[in-house]
């Protein structure tokens, strides 16, 4: 019963709350730059609301995960046109860019510098930038989180830019702005966010604030995404998932998460074309079964092993069931939502030995509820594959 929180982020949730975007930011100062994704139609929304009320607007288009050449370009860029604050407007990638940017813009060291586990490491000399969050899928909770997830192809990881003033000063979340997602984007993005939970959920740094958010939050998932993936749209299941995916980011940016996010990050780091929702899903059942085999055999006495029987509760409705139940029905889940295994991304076997050294580096493997044996990190991608 020993833990901390730390949100200072605003959230305005609900159908339609994408219109009070202008008022929010009154007062915030009349210039702003808007980042965006590769469709910039799709934000005429935003910037029309915006300029109506008489503010200045720049543009910056993220058309991929954000990597250290694209974030610092746009920092120069942006620089010399003394903007007031930040609006990320899309998905997690979109959302993570202008996070970056934010906290770029004020300090002048390469962002290398800053970056996490191959860089530096060093704190931000100065706050970053107000900014936005404006979420248009249901999946990544990066509007609740303190860290910026950068790309690094020529290293072949990712790694996080984090900083306490990274976190939003407010955050969107409209749930009618995911009514047009395809239903490939739907399925990735709702199982990251189902990922998240259950990782935060059985995570070694858990605790009761963030329990309740991912009980929940799993139940939202299992009852909204599968509607959602059918019928995009059905706005109340949209609005489930939306706010499932919120609690994720809340969730994961208090207690971590697990192996299979250990595994995404080296990943997508060395294949940043794989969508890394759908790297999540793949690694998701293999990651609960080689977790609960690893805690039978040698801490059978762990909680995560009951929050394991949890989960399969909430996944499957039946009160019987039993934690190999679980990981049954995210198969299922990963099956009917038609996401493909690893090996459908180019991921060869010779792949994995290098990727279990780089996801032993990752942050997110750190809060696994058991440390997992080479041989049980290779059985994982085996299954995944």
Known sequence: MNFETHIPTQFIFG???RHEIARLVAGWGRRCLIVSGKDGRRGEWLTRQLTDSGLHILHAQVTAEPTLTVIEEIARQVRGSKINFIIGSGG???IDAAKAVAG????????LDYLEVIGSGRKLEHP?????????????????TQ???ISVPERGVKASLRHPSLFARAAVIDPELTLSLPPSLTATTGMDAL???IEAYVSARANPFTDALCAEGVRLVA????VSFHHGGDLAARTELSLAAWWSGIALAQAGLGAAHGFAAPIGGKFPDIPHGGVCAALLAPVMLANIQALSSRQPSHPALARYRDIAVWLTGKNSAAAADGVARARELVAELKIPRLSAYGITAADHDSLIVSARQASSMKSNPVELTTGELKKILTDAW
């Open 147 to 149: 860290n910026a997830v």
């Open 15 to 17: 159908a339609g709350r």
């Open 104 to 111: 770029l813009v004020p300090n002048r060291r390469p962002l």
């Open 223 to 226: 009852r909204s995404l599968t």
């Open 92 to 94: 997690g990638a979109v």
């Open 128 to 144: 970053a930038k107000p900014w936005l969050a404006v979420p248009t899928t249901g999946g990544t909770g990066a509007e609740a």
């Open 195 to 197: 990922t998240q939970l």
